[in-house]
């Protein structure tokens, strides 16, 4: 995409630019770019879900395109008293192989969901689960998995309140499929969106990126390397936490997950209606997931990550920031990757390791079929 | 089943027959009566997913086995309040076909959720979505089942708040599966729960059973009656608001889905720890649909219901709540069906139309695999 390409932002704040065509609702069918969490997703979400779901929001409330929703205050009624905006997010698992370095599918749909719900500066309280089995699935196989993910809800103090199961026939699944719905709870005045970076602001990133999509695409190419890679699956409420507690103006938590850092940092761009610039030798990648993106062909940018953080802030609280995620197991890595930019609107820039600028722009396709 | 068989309540409430194998974790494999919401369903969720989601519930919280989970009290902040207990629910739907007489996999993801809630006595404040997209869908499909999700919804006047979408290769799915899952709240005060059906309640059904498994047979088997046989899928909450507004004292409210009514009733026995005496000539039934069944040699009290309630109360109030019912326009044809007895613990007699006694059991296999 050139930087002159003509934008057309549409009422929803989404910037389809003009080479990418209209959606055939008549003819078109399901592709797996509509999986991959770029434009396709995108284009998906704003031709076919919000259209038709707006209209059953109640008046005056505001999806904000993030990764979990902000109910609306519960009716009041006096005598009962509780505080701090409830929050939903819900995740739909597929991963494959069902079993990873570093996690399984069972791991992964705990984390997923409980780190939407803290990207919204929730405190994750209660998920309900839903199982769709395939015929034929070795039990111990299910129980791996649920085991699994008792230990990261328990781990993560969430408590899995219900859930559902159902069962097809051999071949309509593969293995297991797990959506997962968190209810989460912000602290009394926090609000965080990716409507609101501001130009100035700080970008913030909370560890090395890549490291799921590589050791998903290794396990299931059969590829080794010298050092193992493993997925960094992990709940990020507790660093979140932490960085609340710093008191810094935080306007945007996010976790990379599909599409990887570059497509996030542009959904954010494009939310918030602003350009970034970031420094391509700010970021810090592990050395074998580098190897390993090289090897195979893909851009550790565009990377699946599932525990990780972007964070945006006011500049001047940047070093503070950092400091609390540093000191936090997860977020030992932090860096400062970059700034917002007043413009071009919906842009991302990266000046290289070479020092020329690069157009960082959405992931487009599906290179890594699921990730999660 | 005899009366005689011997009878092992275990410690979460569920009676497994003597000649119900344990579940072999080791070897076994998942099969689609897991699915059917029968023994088998219940046998996997107390081996496999209880044990291992338990642990992760907050002290002093009890799972009721219920259609939804009643959540803690959240945390109070001064100057905020709110009342009601908030209640979470969840279901996945794989129905097949995606499209049926009187509805479709959309309106029934909407009203699978919403009814859970509702059976709870809580109002359905808000959905979340996630979808399991097969690669090849036509997207007018998919617009056909977002489209009519989102009208159920407005009909049923709860919000979509969020969602998920993920696709998976040709073949790994079968169109598409959607989970919901509903955030209600109760009105404070209310308790249901299927614990709590007593010896002397009366037992209620709000309408005729076996409409919707046997629309979902006759449009996948292509047969044909005289009359088109048609899903009740509904919503109920409304009903359940106006048996509510009555004051009578409800115990439990169950609507029969998977397993339909008879299955329904033996998990209340169970739950309650009661008996229970039934009346086949008290429940309603479309003729069309006693001729499908008939034909296709299945039993209508073990069909899959989408519309339809079971309600236990106080007998002094059966009275009162059968005609509030009947002024609803989804409880027309309510009726009294039987009494709750004070044993044997966990078994539902039926006296038949020809005067005989019948031990209604669980729905046993799965004979309409994918109903809802």
Chains 1, 2 share one sequence.
Request: hydrophobic residues 40%; charged residues 20%.
């Amino acid at each position: 995409m050139s930087p002159d390409t003509p934008h057309k932002p549409d009422r929803l704040g989404t910037i389809q630019p003009a080479y990418v065509r209209p959606l055939d609702l008549k003819r078109g069918r399901v592709d797996l770019t509509h999986g991959a969490g770029g434009r396709a997703s995108h284009q998906l979400i704003d031709s076919v879900f919000r259209p038709a779901f707006a209209p059953t929001w109640p008046s005056g409330w505001q999806d904000g395109g993030d990764d979990g929703a902000v109910l609306p205050d519960l009716p009041a009624v006096p005598g009962s008293a509780t505080g701090g905006k409830l929050v939903m997010a819900t995740d739909a698992h597929v991963v494959s192989p069902l079993f990873f370095p570093g996690g399984d599918i069972g791991s992964l749909a705990v984390h997923g969901t409980v780190n939407d719900l803290a990207m919204m500066g929730a405190r994750p309280l209660h998920l309900s689960v839903s199982f769709i089995l395939e015929e034929g699935l070795p039990l111990s196989d299910l129980l791996r998995v649920v085991q699994s993910m008792a230990r990261a809800a328990r781990e993560a103090e969430v408590a899995i309140v219900t859930g559902d199961t159902k069962v097809v026939e051999r071949g309509k699944a593969d293995g297991l499929y797990i959506s997962t719905t968190g209810l989460g709870q912000c602290r009394p005045g926090v609000r965080l969106s990716g409507r609101l970076a501001q130009a100035g602001d700080a970008i913030l990133l909370s560890g090395c990126v890549g490291d799921h999509g590589a050791a998903i695409l290794s396990q299931r190419e059969g590829l080794r390397f010298e050092a193992p890679i493993e997925s960094d699956s992990a709940a990020l409420h507790g660093l979140v936490a932490h960085m609340l507690d710093t008191g810094a103006a935080l306007r945007v938590l996010r976790d990379p997950t599909r599409g990887g850092l570059a497509t996030t940092l542009n959904e954010i761009a494009v939310a918030s209606g602003v350009g970034m610039q970031i420094e391509e030798s700010a970021i810090p990648l592990n050395p074998t997931v580098a190897a390993a993106c090289e090897f195979m062909g893909l851009d550790p940018l565009y990377m699946a990550n599932e525990g990780k953080l972007i964070a945006i802030c006011a500049s001047e609280d940047a070093e503070r920031l950092l400091s609390a995620m540093r000191a936090h197991p997860l977020g030992r890595e932090a860096c400062l990757i970059g700034q917002v930019t007043p413009g071009p609107a919906g842009q991302v820039r990266m000046r290289t390791a070479f020092g020329g600028q690069r157009m960082l722009d959405w992931l487009m396709g599906d290179p890594l079929p699921r990730i999660c």
